[in-house]
């Protein structure tokens, strides 16, 4: 495989964070909230963006306790794969912009 094609390392990073904390959760919530494994996906997604529909809520202590972590940890680790994304692409726009201002001065 081309090297070129593997994202940075600091993504990769975040990515494997962020699908371990997705995994966590969908795990968590089928075993213990005793939801569907597509309801459990469901949930964490819908809880990780920050959209909270409300259709489906955890029903145990544990589960109550277990998604205040899973929000506060969730969302942190969303933010940082957004910065990470964001930044990157306006330093792939800054160096374009720079390479053609460049051209044009020659």
Sequence with gaps: ???QQLPPPRLRYILLLGGSVLGIGVVFYHFIEKLTWLDSLYFCV?????VGYGDIT??????KL???FYILIGIGIFAAVVNYLLRRRAMQ???KLSKRQNKHRK
Excluded: R
Aim: proline share 10%; net charge neutral; hydrophobic share 40%.
């Design 1 to 3: 495989m081309d090297t």
């Design 46 to 50: 819908v809880t990780l963006a920050t």
């Design 58 to 63: 955890p029903k145990t202590p544990l589960g």
């Design 66 to 68: 277990f998604t205040t």
């Design 93 to 95: 726009s800054m160096a």
